[in-house]
């Protein structure tokens, strides 16, 4: 019931905005029941994160629960530590999301974006309760006050850097808080024993105000005593001192009435991008780029403890924050990863992934969903364990830095990059090796399930040729397309001895042809071209390698024999264009997901007759893949990965 809600499915009427509903209704054939596609589980997307600045994370504060939240892209994720089912996707902003935080009482979650949106949700449903305009540029932190009635906001709105806003209503709470000439990246608000807020800025300057509301006439108090960016702020937990950090690898212990320094702390050997106080606030825990989480005595500036998370430059730290109710360390790493560490240990205990780039595409081989983003960030999942990863990790010196497509099998998994390298990882070892270089950038590639011998392990695509490989990497043969073409999608069958490929040619029309690979060429069957509206943008053989399922680019989907014959089935349900698609192990089905964010279950020669989730992504559906026990698993626009089942 959680995993359906974090989708934004309500299971009532009139749920409120946020809460899209989920339909399964098809247009013609026989009538399905409206939830007869249900999430099973989510997995949700990693935090955002940019190289030498530092993520705002934040954790229930009431410690009823071990849930954090953080931004993934477009989304909000809220998550338990503990439990990797327990996930809340909130997908209804517009644009990146910047920065996630609970209320005082846990009950409610501002996100914030970089169209300087807020949006207040339940902590429990994810269905949305407010939401304003709460600056003219991009957030880069908001706070709660402690009796909910204010929050402020830093951004990078020149003039109003920073302002408290009344809650609910998002109205100004005084003046801007001024003193700054470049954008804020660190807010924070204490109500008790006084009203102060505290503001840090890549002006190198701190300013406090008192306030909230801020007076018309009053003077903010302005330090300089940073000598770089000030990447974060926060008050202890009785609000008598705060602390900051900077790219000047210090961090300052301040009294907050008299804004006295009380200690300066030196030990980190680069920049120190954010900070957190432990519960007692006798301890502040820091992070930075020199890949170190390090524990200081708040009273004293002593060192308690450092812990060394890598050598790699994705091991520099981005967050560090305490979860109230265990007490753990969360970070979170350069490349996406969440390290949870018990208090005073030196290793983690767990670590989450995900994917903080939208996915390229799904790959299913057995119980392992390996998935793939843009960047080149590979994941190894167990489809049999909700979202927890294998023990194995992807591993080398010189993985992809780009990806356009994924596909595997049970010996190696393929990708292709818009820099034209393909990798052939073994999945025994998961280690990268040197690349294969393809002339002219990569688009698409389709890997057979099981070869025969001597047949190609996998076939790669560009829009002027198309390159058939073999499990050692050489090249078995090569097609180059006519230069009035463009290739735009290709597919192996399993037993890798035929391939379809699809090209636009003039006028956008498409055609699908078919070939052998022959005496080191892959020849071409000039004799069982299919003519189509327009070119396919994915294609995938069925596993007994009888049909084809095509999705074009116009969002038709059509089923075709390995022979060029009309199979029949397949429709106009997306309403944009087919990115992903995937056949049922027992090729009876397949399963098409669009550019629309749609997902439809087909009968393969059953005209009509499907099944349609109208709304599984927000951003569009990227990969999709479907096991033997009728999951079927989606990727998006939306960072995460989705399970769901069919009645």
């Not at 005496?519 to 509206?533: F, P, R, Y």
Request: charged share 25%; proline share 4%; with cysteine.
């Amino acid at each position: 019931e959680r995993a359906r809600r974090s989708v934004g499915w309500d299971g009532e009427k009139g749920g409120g905005k946020g809460a899209e509903r989920l339909c399964c209704v098809p247009k013609r054939g026989v009538v399905m029941a409206e939830d007869s596609i249900k999430v099973k589980y989510v997995i949700g997307g990693a935090p955002n994160t940019a190289k030498a600045e530092g993520t705002h994370l934040s954790a229930d504060p009431t410690g009823e629960t071990d849930h954090i939240g953080y931004a993934s892209g477009r989304s909000a994720v809220v998550r338990s530590v503990s439990d990797p089912k327990d996930v809340v996707v909130f997908l209804e902003h517009k644009a990146a999301v910047t920065v996630v935080r609970f209320s005082p009482d846990g009950q409610l979650i501002a996100s914030a974006d970089e169209h300087g949106t807020v949006h207040v949700w339940d902590h429990k449903t994810g269905i949305q309760k407010h939401e304003f305009q709460g600056s003219g540029s991009i957030i880069r932190d908001l706070v709660f006050s402690s009796d909910m009635k204010f929050m402020v906001v830093g951004s990078e709105a020149r003039g109003t850097f920073a302002k408290a806003v009344k809650f609910p209503s998002g109205g100004a709470a005084g003046k801007s808080c001024g003193g700054h000439t470049k954008r804020v990246l660190a807010v924070d608000i204490r109500m008790k024993p006084s009203k102060q807020i505290i503001v840090a800025s890549e002006d190198f300057r701190v300013s406090i105000h008192k306030g909230p509301p801020v007076g018309e006439y009053a003077t903010p108090k302005v330090l300089n005593y940073h000598t770089n960016f000030v990447n974060d702020i926060r008050y202890s937990p009785d609000g008598t001192r705060f602390a900051t950090c900077s790219t000047d690898r210090t961090i300052v212990v301040l009294d907050a009435e008299t804004c006295e320094t009380l200690q300066t702390i030196q030990g980190h050997e680069a920049s120190v991008l954010q900070l957190c106080w432990s519960k007692d606030g006798t301890q502040i825990i820091t992070c930075g780029s020199d890949r170190t989480i390090r524990t200081w005595d708040a009273a004293t500036g002593d060192e308690k403890h450092c812990i060394k998370v890598g050598d790699e430059d994705t091991d520099q730290q981005s967050s560090i924050i305490v979860v109230p109710k265990t007490e753990e360390l969360v970070s979170l790493s350069l490349d996406g990863t969440l390290n949870v560490f018990d208090a005073g240990a030196s290793e983690p205990k767990a670590k989450i992934f995900g994917h903080s780039k939208v996915p390229v595409g799904l790959a299913l081989v057995g119980e392992t969903l390996y998935s793939a983003d843009y960047l080149g960030k590979l994941v190894p999942w167990k489809i049999n364990a909700g979202s927890t990863t294998t023990e194995k990790r992807f591993n080398g010196a010189h993985g992809p830095t780009t990806l356009n497509a994924i596909g595997a099998n049970s010996k190696v998994i393929a990708t292709i990059g818009m820099d034209g390298q393909v990798f052939l990882i073994p999945t025994e070892t998961l280690t990268f090796s040197e690349p294969i270089e393809i002339k002219g950038g990569g688009k698409d590639v389709s890997v057979a399930a099981s070869p025969a011998e001597g047949a190609a392990c996998c076939v790669v695509l560009n829009e002027a040729r198309m390159v058939a490989i073999a499990y050692d990497g050489s090249v078995l043969a090569e097609f180059e397309f006519d230069p009035a073409h463009r290739a735009t999608s290709v597919a192996i069958s399993a037993d890798g001895t035929e391939i379809a490929a699809s090209y636009e040619v003039s006028g956008g029309a498409g055609e699908l042809v078919f070939g052998k690979i022959e005496s080191g060429k892959l020849a071409i069957a000039e004799d069982t071209k299919v003519s189509l509206l327009t070119p396919a943008n994915k294609m995938a053989y069925s596993p007994d390698g009888s049909t084809i399922v095509i999705g074009e680019t116009s969002r038709r989907v059509r089923f075709v024999s390995s022979k060029g014959e009309d199979v029949g089935g397949g429709g106009l349900m997306h309403s944009a264009r087919v990115d992903a698609v995937a056949f049922a192990p027992d090729s009876k089905y397949a399963v098409t997901g669009g550019l629309d964010g749609s997902v439809a279950v087909w009968e393969v020669g059953t005209k009509g007759d499907y099944r349609r989730l109208k709304s599984a992504h927000r951003g569009g559906v990227t990969g999709i893949a479907f096991a033997e026990d009728g999951t079927i698993f989606t990727t998006g626009g939306d960072n995460a990965i989705i399970a769901w089942s069919m009645d």
